[in-house]
């Protein structure tokens, strides 16, 4: 599986060109009507409440590929060299 990277939100997804990509809001966030709003436009969706690190910050809610902040690059790729060290 390959990892996906972007410095910002992407407009489009990089992997089948669908838009819109949307933040993923992490914990047990309050739902109010606004909230209800941007996950039915598909602008936000739900990660759950347990947050992992590293953890995705975008996702495609058309082919549901989780897209990483580029800043976490680093911390990723060290993570999974330890791993196939081990």
Do not use: H
Request: charged fraction near 30%; glycine fraction near 10%; charge should be positive.
């Amino acid at each position: 599986m390959k990892l996906l990277f972007a410095k910002r939100k992407p407009r489009k997804c990089p992997v089948c060109g669908k838009a819109p990509v949307a933040s993923i809001l992490w914990g047990m966030p309050g739902m109010d009507a606004e909230l209800e709003e941007k996950i039915a436009k598909g602008s936000v969706t739900l990660g759950g409440c347990c947050v992992g690190l590293p953890s995705p910050m975008w996702r495609c809610e058309a082919c549901k590929a989780d897209i990483y902040r580029e800043g976490d690059r680093f911390m990723i790729e060290t993570m999974t060299r330890s791993k196939q060290n081990n």
